[in-house]
């Protein structure tokens, strides 16, 4: 790996991990040995990051020079706490995974007394009712999106019957108990709102509908808002 990137992964680890962060931790976390951790803590230090700690005592970052303070209301941050807690009841293991990392690092660039505001949040996120996990294939339908890649899929419809799409991804929507793909379906040439606990088989065509997604969505967004897009 290279230098750059350890460094960065060191201090990406310093941001998500209680804290004080054992050297033995640190070293796993990064894959090297203890001798490499503590030049690499030391050429830390000399950028700028203030690390407290030493061997035997483990480490804690105080202040970190890759990201500037970050101002926010307690609401805020009890906002911020809140919706990122919902992700780890609604989302696949990448999204909860990153939802996670996402709250250590803006914890990380709170001063001192807001990070105690968003350690102990008053509002919690609890569901007595969970949906059915999402399906293994949600990541692709995600970078499907972003990517604006075509895919191919089999569908069962409400009646069971099968049937197979090449379609365009533009969306996923989080319901209450189950979640959609708002695509548009090549073989009917409209839109159409997949229910993704009926889709049986996702395989990428290679094909690209680019630039199109945004244009796509925001037709789709007026067509529901006027009942059609069924």
């Avoid at 962060?21 to 951790?37: D, G, I, K, M, N």
């Avoid at 914890?107 to 007595?128: D, W």
């Amino acid at each position: 790996m290279a230098r750059p990137d350890r460094l960065f992964r060191l201090l990406d680890t310093l941001r998500r991990l209680p804290q004080p962060v054992t050297a033995a931790r640190l070293a796993e976390e990064t894959e090297v040995s203890l001798r490499t951790l503590y030049r690499d803590i030391e050429t830390l230090r000399a950028g700028g990051a203030l690390i407290d700690g030493a061997p035997g005592l483990g480490y804690t970052l105080t202040e970190d020079p890759a990201l500037p303070p970050q101002m926010f209301t307690r609401l805020e941050v009890e906002a911020l706490v809140l919706g990122l807690a919902e992700v780890r009841f609604a989302g696949d293991p990448a999204l909860v995974k990153a939802a996670d990392a996402a709250l250590a690092k803006i914890t990380a660039t709170l001063p001192e007394r807001v990070q105690r505001q968003a350690i102990h949040a008053v509002q919690m996120s609890y569901r007595f009712e969970r949906r059915a996990p999402p399906p293994a294939f949600l990541p692709l339908l995600r970078t499907a999106c972003w990517e604006e890649q075509a895919l191919r899929i089999r569908y069962a419809d409400q009646a069971g019957a099968m049937s197979d799409r090449v379609i365009w991804p533009l969306s996923v929507v989080f319901l209450d108990r189950s979640l959609l793909l708002l695509a548009f379906c090549r073989l009917r040439m409209d839109f159409r709102r997949f229910q993704l606990h009926r889709i049986t088989e996702v395989q990428e065509t290679g094909e690209s509908f680019r630039p199109r997604r945004v244009p796509l969505l925001r037709d789709f967004i007026r067509h529901l808002r006027g009942g059609r897009g069924g």
